[in-house]
């Protein structure tokens, strides 16, 4: 299930231009053809090992759409204090592999081989990992936006991890899934209903739906984060004296969301919940000090959260070798 350009211009969740971004690829030696190659960041957790594989990056130029709750000059001024151009916004896409009491557990999937250049990291991630798709005994979903949820198939329609229970947020869901939301939905999620209607249609995984405030493998406990979508989800994994909460979406680019938890991205389909979402988490996030993972920010999207004056800072770990 081939996803180009114009489905992801037209999809809510991606509204992404260009094909690929800062990150996605490196250049190559003289003589040698460029290609992407495999971000892998491995740490340990606890009794856990999480590694962060770079999905890879997009980019869209900035307009005054992207964020229309704020002035465009505030959105630019944001950007530069980051030291990040302020005509365009690179965003990353990072999955998370789970290893811990005998799982394997990959948390959202990112395009697998159905998206444009510049993503499919993922799978090239594991391979440099040496970890076979097949020994993932698990994938947990936390919202079926396409760059979450294309990478359960590859692009002939087989599945990408044959052998894994597919765990899905029973809000997210009913959802998606009402056989009348194609009739009703707006022109702009219309690709969005249709590829995951495909995805888990006929050959397609097979869905265990989980509801929030759960523990839906041990240690790992389904956060209610609506808002983002109906329902989307966040993750609290404790494994011994480790904690990380996956943050899923809560927010997208940190320089932007995390600094300004009250902006509202054209991603968010209920800007008011995803707000409160937003501000509810973060807070917690600061004031237990865990650990946190995003899917957007840059890679290895791993790192603390800091109050600071009205909002929040994203504190980047220090990089280091397991233990």
Do not use: C
């Not at 993503?119 to 079926?144: E, K, P």
């Not at 936006?145 to 087989?158: A, F, N």
Request: aromatic residues 8%; neutral net charge.
């Amino acid at each position: 299930m081939p996803i180009d350009r114009r489905t992801l211009l037209g999809a809510a969740p991606l509204l992404l231009a260009g094909s690929g971004g800062a990150g996605a690829g490196a250049a190559a030696p003289a003589g040698e053809a460029a290609g992407p190659m495999p971000g892998i960041y491995r740490y340990r957790l606890g009794e856990a090992t999480v590694t962060a594989l770079h999905e890879g990056t997009l980019g869209r130029p900035l307009d005054a759409t992207f964020i229309p709750n704020a002035p465009i000059e505030a959105v630019r001024q944001a950007l530069a204090r980051a030291f990040l151009p302020q005509d365009r916004l690179d965003i990353t896409f990072t999955t998370l592999l789970i290893e811990a009491r005998g799982h394997r557990i990959l948390v959202d999937t990112g395009f697998a081989d159905n998206g444009p250049p510049g993503t499919g990291g993922t799978l090239r991630g594991l391979a440099a990992a040496g970890i076979d798709r097949s020994a993932i005994d698990t994938v947990v979903l936390s919202h079926f936006h396409l760059d979450h949820v294309l990478g359960l198939r590859l692009k002939d329609g087989s599945l990408a991890y044959p052998n894994a229970e597919v765990l899905v947020p029973a809000a997210e869901w009913a959802f998606w899934m009402d056989e009348g939301l194609a009739a009703r939905a707006p022109e702009r999620l219309r690709p969005n209903v249709q590829a995951v209607a495909r995805i888990f249609g006929p050959g397609g995984p097979k869905a265990t739906q989980y509801a929030w405030d759960t523990e839906i493998r041990p240690g790992l406990t389904a956060l209610a984060a609506p808002g983002h979508t109906p329902g989307h989800t966040v993750f609290l994994l404790e494994a011994g004296a480790g904690r990380l909460m996956l943050m899923s979406d809560v927010t997208n680019h940190p320089a932007l969301f995390v600094r300004n938890p009250d902006w509202s991205a054209v991603f968010d389909m209920d800007a008011d919940a995803a707000r409160a979402t937003r501000r509810r988490l973060l807070d917690r996030a600061a004031a237990d000090r865990v650990q946190v993972a995003f899917y957007h920010a840059p890679f290895p999207a791993a790192g603390h959260v800091a109050r600071a004056g009205e909002g929040y800072e994203l504190v980047p770990v220090q990089w280091g070798a397991p233990t």
